[in-house]
């Protein structure tokens, strides 16, 4: 027995002597005489509750992975011998309508992803220590870097800063959510052992507000935020974001540690070091080729900051997915010309995948932390993987077509001018934050040879539809994206018609691909903004009927006119619909990806919830479907294709890249 257990612990890579069972948890080495102080930085190095700690920490967004699964990726964190999880909080789910919050039970369509008392309870629970990043400003990859989209409707707003309407708004979130955090914090027996002030604020292309940073320490100072208070941001940008003496700075980087830590060491002497996002992987954007990072260089550049010595948070570990409407983008100079929005795959090339499969990264972070590390705690096993399955294929069942899809609109809306999405008079006054909009004049005569021009790039692609035929390309190739259309062009025209058309409904149906969340970010509307005017030739339309399409759920699972479908692809958008059915009930249902490479572009429903974007330029050509996410019975798959529909609908073990 002896032996075989052993012979274990070999092929764990473990020496059996090492992971007795004798050695502390992680809690017990640091509180067993009881908690008196927490995350102190009063010395070169630090410590915790009076003991020593170096933090070896990896990035999971909560929000990011289904709730089922969050104890599972935790262990699997836990296991590599990381003492640390580092998440942000995204204040656009979190409040996603003005004053109306959701934390796990606030009626929203990403509820599920939302409880964060019990993410840092699980935390706690796993053996591991939390780093909180509440922003309110998150960046992330994520849809307007977390801000939320109804904050747009005050005019005069100045997010970032210490503006009082804005802060207003962040007074208010925080107060709702600090508490939660305060009742987690270390020195209160939970698990939060230091929080961040803002994000990568040095870098904000605005004139640096340090009033701003200071009312935030001060809101998390009265919701009882008592751990250490931190900042992070590029080396080379100085103490420009942070408050010298108020908040400790840490910095970010993906290699060349020395050049980052002297310069921190400088600005900040005779105090620990640390970086808050190494990356071990990279994020794609739609049309680009697939980011990787290779085992090497990920092993150089890890072992450095190690061997430095240094405490280090991998952003990521665990990336998981942009599910919904909520990945970000990157926008360059602001005007949406060089718009690149993020895929829906937050795969990362992390050391866990996105299916939370195990990397070769992830066994060198195992192999490296327990050489670096002198305090040996006890660390879980790996758990064993979840299974992925192919399910059969299915053949799409029902159809609706674009008319029939407008007709069941959740809203109509009349304006005689140009009236961006977030504006609209629709959810309690919050306006629409996420999806498609339509733009309909209607009654309208166009003769031969019409041009209908868009000033300014488009917010972010549009499709042109008379009387619901759609007249505008499909999104076949990268090329595609310098046409009309597209973000790219300004002031881009398309001619719409040989022949006199008279009395006929012109429909633009603009799409938020999804709202930059780093860099020039300020003016995020979507769908006709103040910089587009839409003219017919020399004429300017100005009075539309708007049809919100914000895909909710609860209008996702009502919709009816369902036809049956024909043996021909449909052109133009439309919902097609293919039906699940699961007959043997189970605990967990397995996972799948489903593959897209079929189709064009457009969105994937499941039972309701919107899993996310698909695109044929890729590089990502699959959606990750969690079991997690599966009933037993029948599952709705809808499909809410832009421009071609595909006959069926196809399953796959692992995701698929296709580099455009
Ligand atoms: C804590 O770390 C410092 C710096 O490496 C070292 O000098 C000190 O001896 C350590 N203390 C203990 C108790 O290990
Ligand atoms: C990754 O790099 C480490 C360190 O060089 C090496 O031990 C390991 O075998 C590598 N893994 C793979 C799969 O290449
Ligand atoms: C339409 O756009 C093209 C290319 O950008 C331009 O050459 C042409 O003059 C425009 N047509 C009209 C009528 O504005
Ligand atoms: C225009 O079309 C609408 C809808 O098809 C119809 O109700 C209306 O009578 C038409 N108007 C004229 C002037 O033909
Ligand atoms: C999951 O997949 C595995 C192998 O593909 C299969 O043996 C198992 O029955 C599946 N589980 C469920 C709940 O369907």
């Known amino acids: 027995m002896l032996q075989i257990m052993h012979l274990f612990f070999l092929l764990l890579g473990l020496s059996p002597f090492a992971t007795s069972d004798d050695l502390p948890t992680l809690y017990e080495y640091y509180t067993t005489d009881g908690v008196s102080s927490g995350l102190s930085v009063d010395q070169p190095y630090f410590t915790l509750n009076g003991k020593n700690i170096t933090i070896y920490s990896g990035a999971m967004h909560y929000f990011r992975v289904p709730s089922q699964y969050w104890q599972d990726r935790l262990r699997k964190l836990r296991a590599t011998g990381l003492n640390t999880v580092e998440t942000y909080i995204p204040w656009n789910l979190h409040e996603f309508k003005n004053n109306v919050f959701d934390f796990g039970d606030g009626g929203s369509d990403y509820q599920r992803l939302l409880d964060l008392d019990l993410f840092l309870t699980l935390a706690k629970q796993e053996d591991l220590f939390v780093i909180a990043r509440p922003g309110p400003y998150i960046c992330a990859e994520w849809e307007w870097g977390g801000l939320p989209s109804w904050l747009l409707r005050e005019e005069a707003i100045s997010v970032r800063t210490s503006d009082p309407v804005y802060m207003k708004y962040v007074k208010r979130y925080f107060d709702k959510l600090l508490p939660i955090l305060a009742k987690h914090q270390f020195t209160k027996r939970g698990a939060v052992i230091a929080v961040q002030v803002e994000n990568e604020y040095a870098s904000a292309p605005i004139e640096k507000d340090h009033a701003y940073l200071q009312q935030l320490v001060d809101l998390m100072k009265d919701n009882g935020i008592v751990e250490l208070l931190v900042t992070s941001d590029g080396a080379g940008y100085g103490t420009d974001g942070t408050l010298p003496g108020v908040l400790f700075q840490t910095v970010n980087f993906g290699s060349d540690a020395k050049a980052s830590f002297s310069k921190l060491e400088e600005m900040q002497p005779n105090k620990p070091l640390m970086a808050m996002e190494f990356y071990p992987g990279w994020f794609d954007h739609w049309s680009e080729t697939h980011h990787t990072v290779s085992n090497s260089s990920f092993v150089k550049n890890y072992e450095e900051v190690l061997a430095y010595p240094a405490s280090i948070n991998l952003y990521m570990f665990h990336g998981g997915t942009n599910f919904g409407f909520l990945n970000g983008a990157n926008i360059g100079s602001g005007d949406n010309s060089n718009f690149q929005p993020t895929t829906t795959s937050y795969d990362y090339d992390a050391p866990l995948s996105e299916a939370g499969d195990y990397t070769d990264k992830y066994e060198v972070i195992r192999t490296l932390i327990k050489k670096y590390n002198p305090v040996q705690t006890k660390t879980p096993d790996p758990p064993e993987l979840y299974e992925r399955q192919v399910y059969p294929t299915l053949a799409i069942e029902g159809q609706l077509g674009y008319n029939d899809i407008i007709r069941q609109a959740p809203s109509t809306v009349l304006s005689t001018s140009d009236i961006p999405m977030e504006n609209l008079p629709i959810n309690d006054n919050s306006g629409q934050s996420y999806g498609y909009i339509v733009y309909r004049a209607s009654g309208i005569d166009i003769p031969a040879n019409s041009v209908l021009t868009i000033t300014g790039h488009v917010r972010d692609t549009v499709m042109v539809l008379i009387d619901g035929v759609l ?57 006709l903004t103040p910089d587009n005017r839409v003219y017919l030739n020399d004429k300017e339309l100005q009075s539309w009927v708007i049809f919100p399409l914000e895909f909710q759920k609860s209008w996702n ?31 967990r249902y397995n996972d799948t990806y489903i593959d897209m490479q079929e189709w064009n572009k457009g969105i994937v429903i499941v039972n309701g919830f919107v899993l996310g974007r698909y695109a044929f330029i890729g590089p990502q050509q699959a959606l990750y479907l969690p079991g997690a996410y599966l009933q037993h019975g029948d599952n709705e798959i809808i499909i809410f294709e832009q421009f071609e529909s595909a006959a069926q609908v196809k399953f796959s073990k692992d995701q698929i890249y296709k580099n455009p």
């Open 471 to 527: 007249i505008s390309k499909p999104l076949s190739s990268l090329d595609d994206l310098n046409t009309f259309g597209f973000w790219k062009l300004d002031n881009s025209n398309i001619t719409l018609t040989t022949s006199d058309l008279v009395n006929v409904s012109l429909d633009l149906v603009i799409e938020n691909y999804g709202r930059a969340n780093y860099g020039n970010f300020f003016h995020q509307f979507k769908g």
């Open 557 to 587: 699972t009502k919709l009816t006119d369902w036809q049956p479908a024909g043996d021909e692809p449909t052109k133009g958008p439309g919902m097609h619909k293919a039906v699940l059915n699961i007959d043997t009930y189970a605990e």
